[in-house]
């Protein structure tokens, strides 16, 4: 993967490679280079099937990351491309004319991270969250627990307990 790393280098300005194991690595760029590092790496070096489009709220420092997998199954290798964006008025733009396949995540995180594709088929129509009002759930800001006791009713058996005075009491009813 170094080798790919080195070529893809001298074409595009990327950062950091860190290889997972010898037939996967992943490459930090910008948002701005990411369309020709995927045209190239489909066209030109096998990497033929878009595997995964997913993001990480990094919350603290004010950013999401999204990370495009990428498969050359004839070479039995992946690559991932990972890029950060602000987490305020996020936005990418949209791979579903390089792999259709791209459009359904992208519908996915903009529901649930609130990331925007302008120009991605029904990007703005509910996708799983119907009727959804609150922030996107998967942001680290969302109170679960918050948005759990304001919209579901408590019912017995339904007590969350800590785990490991729980496990304590039952393994020692007799409090020994």
């Known amino acids: 993967m170094r080798e790919l790393y080195a070529k893809l280098n001298r074409l595009f300005p990327l950062g950091e490679l860190t290889e997972r194991r010898s037939n996967l690595a992943f490459i930090t760029l910008t948002a701005e280079y990411l369309r020709p590092v995927l045209l ?12 995964l489009l997913t993001a990480v709220d990094w919350l603290e420092e004010g950013q999401f990351q999204l990370s495009y997998l990428l498969s050359d199954r004839a070479n039995g290798r992946d690559i991932g491309l990972r890029l950060m964006l602000p987490r305020d008025g ?16 992208q519908r996915e995180l903009r529901e649930m991270f609130g990331i ?19 922030i996107p759930p998967y942001r680290r800001d969302f109170d679960t627990l918050k948005f759990a006791q304001e919209n579901f ?7 969350t307990w800590d785990p490991a005075r729980h496990m304590k009491d039952q393994l020692y009813p007799d409090g020994a």
């Open 40 to 51: 190239h790496l489909r066209d030109r070096e096998g990497f033929s099937h878009l595997v």
């Open 90 to 105: 996020a936005s990418m733009e949209s791979i579903h004319d390089l792999w259709p396949t791209a459009a359904t995540y």
């Open 116 to 134: 925007d594709f302008p120009g991605s088929p029904r990007i703005n129509e509910e996708f799983i969250l119907e009727g959804w009002t609150d």
């Open 153 to 159: 009713v408590a019912r017995p058996g339904r007590e």
